[in-house]
């Protein structure tokens, strides 16, 4: 019969042993440097680096979407707590109609505009509280979940941000900027249009963004609050009366939101 310290030295042994070599599938360290991601695949993680998070040498199809949807989403202006999944998501299923049956119209030419053959510009218009914005949202996730690349603007900020790029410090300049928010992204979202002050330099870079769309026929959903602003700059007017172009949808509803204060 083997003695305990001679079954013990033979464990000892072969755990230095085993340690020495890295045996294999018996190394630890290897074993956590795969995982296998929420869609099944068994997925290899970076071995250039210790630090984390690793990257991942062979990541599925439909993480690669998700991780560039995520970040197409991060940078549509559109407020976390409004996507799907967040607090108060403002897609189209989560419309109620029931609340303003006014806005079955523009709820319905809102889900058509975000098909390919609508015409490129889509205008609510309407007084406040009716959903006019909650459908512009809606039309912003409809395309940020196809990958496309969105911005979603309160038209003020908009004007806010291109000011900053004349400050001293600024580190954009405003060529860039202008082609940032004016035409690179799939969709612009211009929320708020006429609530701007209307000054000469506000509306002429107004002026310019619109222009810029219009001449490349990309998609541009604008609300605004009060007809009148529509029509103060003749120039911005006869694009939103441009047919072929732009879809002028009158919102009728009335303003829910003490509807919304009843109910909570
Ligand atoms: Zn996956």
Not at 129 to 147: P, S, V
Not at 231 to 239: C, H, L, N, Q, W
């Amino acid at each position: 019969m083997e003695s305990l310290g001679s079954i013990l030295r033979r464990i000892v042994g072969r755990t230095s042993t085993s340690e020495g070599s890295r045996t294999p599938g018996f190394d630890l360290q290897e074993y956590e440097r795969e995982r296998t991601c929420p869609h099944g695949q068994k997925v290899r993680l970076h071995r250039s680096t210790q630090s984390w998070p690793w990257e991942e040498e062979n990541p599925c199809r439909e993480c690669r979407r998700e991780r560039v949807k995520g970040r197409l989403y991060d940078a549509s202006g559109v407020p976390d707590l409004y996507w799907p999944g967040g607090k108060t998501p403002a897609t189209f299923e989560r419309f109620d109609l029931a609340l303003n049956p006014q806005m079955e119209r523009p709820l319905r030419l809102a889900q058509e505009y975000c098909e390919d053959e609508a015409p490129p510009w889509l205008v609510l218009v309407g007084s406040p509280g009716n959903g006019k914005t909650h459908l512009a949202k809606a039309i912003a996730i409809t395309f940020l979940e196809r990958l496309a690349r969105v911005r979603l603007w309160v038209v003020p900020e908009f004007l806010d941000r291109l000011k900053a790029t004349f400050a001293p410090d600024s580190e954009r300049d405003f060529e860039q900027e202008m082609a940032d928010l004016a035409y690179l992204p799939n969709l612009v979202v211009m929320d708020d249009y006429g609530s701007q002050s209307q000054t000469p330099w506000a509306n002429e870079r107004l002026y310019l963004v619109l222009n810029m769309r219009y001449e490349r026929r990309l998609r541009t959903v604008i609300t605004c609050n009060e007809p009148r602003a529509l029509a103060r700059d003749g120039r911005i007017r006869s694009r939103l009366y441009d047919g072929r172009l732009c879809q002028l949808v009158h919102c009728k509803g009335i303003d829910v939101r003490p509807k919304l204060r009843e109910v909570r």
